[in-house]
């Protein structure tokens, strides 16, 4: 509808990321306005309205400044009290400083909870992790399947390498907790305990849930209870959490580019901030003052443990591949559709691997 509304001649001022899309693609269709004068003219500073300079650099290409963030969700961990309680395990830290919360702590962890019997009803697991779109998840680990020149070109890499035995280490090391160690449940017991597109955390089948903190949302009506803590560290020192920050974007050809950086200024603004996250059920806000008022949205969660696990997320975090690598949407397709025989144990990754790095060259160079 967005690029209807362009070809149309009647954009909108204002938009921001939609599904798989995200900036790189607008970026490289030439869609979006340069803020840079404006946010020259207009003296804006991030500081002013409590935004991390870090975030701010997330949607700036060679020094030119295309978004302003609004949101931010992390990865985190969400575990379930009542499984630990039962383990007899200790509830894992929130303190990302932590350097004894290991991924293979983790795991260890994850084998005391988990139990698998012939009644579907009796079994859970330790953990499930998903982490990010699963064309990023090697960066947990240290291996890099994009070139270093993404991040600084708008999102298009000049080399990929999805076959490189580091990359298929990585991956590896997390279908092993599904194959190997089974600590982790089949895409197809998930399924089958919380429908096609549920979340078997929620129904109080897996111990720890690695995932976007957007899971949070409904933490207040969970029947049994939660806790929150620090993604484990994987051997990457510079990352540990992936970073969701929604960006407002103003279009290219707005009739009104001053108005509407008016209007994103003004929803920046603490108050708005904090209002937002009443009106929307708990959207986390890049202003960190406003932070504080969610950090206190989630019953019977500890404020301050949320406070450490956003801020070790932030320090230790990355943006998400699909806010930043152009004709993303059809590269995460690719990936579902040649990584399933993998999840569900039919093939192995040294035999998709190379038809993945082929076919991800070709989405590239569309």
Not at 59 to 77: D, F, Q
Not at 238 to 262: G, M, N, Q, Y
Not at 308 to 317: L, Q
């Amino acid at each position: 509808k967005l690029q209807t509304l362009i070809a149309g001649g009647n954009p909108p001022d204002v938009t921001s990321h939609y599904g798989y899309g995200g900036f790189a693609e607008y970026y490289n269709k030439d869609m979006l306005l340069d803020l840079t004068d404006l946010i020259q003219e207009d003296g804006f500073k991030a500081e002013d309205y409590h935004i991390p300079e870090n975030l701010m650099k997330i949607y700036t290409v060679n020094g030119h400044t295309y978004g302003i963030p609004v949101n931010m969700y992390v990865t985190l961990m969400l575990y379930n009290k009542d499984m630990f309680n039962a383990a007899g395990v200790s509830y894992p830290p929130s303190d990302y400083e932590d350097k004894s919360w290991t991924f293979d702590r983790m795991v260890e962890d994850a084998k005391k909870m988990t139990l698998v019997s012939d009644d579907i009803a009796k079994t859970q697991y330790g953990v499930d992790f998903t982490w990010a779109e699963r064309d990023m998840r090697p960066l947990y680990f240290g291996a890099e399947p994009y070139s270093e020149d993404t991040w600084t070109n708008g999102g298009v890499p000049s080399e990929t390498h999805f076959d490189s035995p580091e990359v298929i280490a990585a991956y590896q090391k997390l279908f092993d907790l599904v194959f190997k160690e089974k600590v982790s449940p089949t895409s197809e017991w998930s399924k089958s305990v919380a429908g096609q597109n549920g979340d078997p955390f929620v129904a109080g089948k897996i111990g720890m849930s690695i995932g976007g903190s957007w899971n949070l949302a409904g933490a207040n009506d969970f029947p049994f209870k939660i806790g929150v803590a620090a993604v484990p560290w994987g051997g990457n020192d510079k990352v540990r959490s992936t970073l969701f920050v929604d960006p407002l974007l103003i279009l290219k050809d707005s009739k009104h580019p001053k108005e509407a950086f008016e209007w994103i200024k003004y929803l920046m603004t603490t108050e708005v901030q904090e209002k937002s996250i009443e009106l929307s059920g708990g959207n986390p806000p890049v202003n960190t003052e406003a932070a504080e008022v969610y950090y206190k949205h989630f019953d019977g969660i500890d404020p301050e443990d949320v406070k450490k696990v956003y801020e070790g997320a932030v320090k230790y975090g990355y943006e998400s591949y699909n806010h930043l690598i152009t004709n993303y949407s059809q590269i995460n397709d690719m990936f579902i559709n040649e990584l399933q025989p993998v999840e569900t144990g039919h093939k192995t990754l040294e035999e998709v691997m190379p038809v993945i790095q082929k076919k991800v060259t070709e989405i590239i160079k569309r």
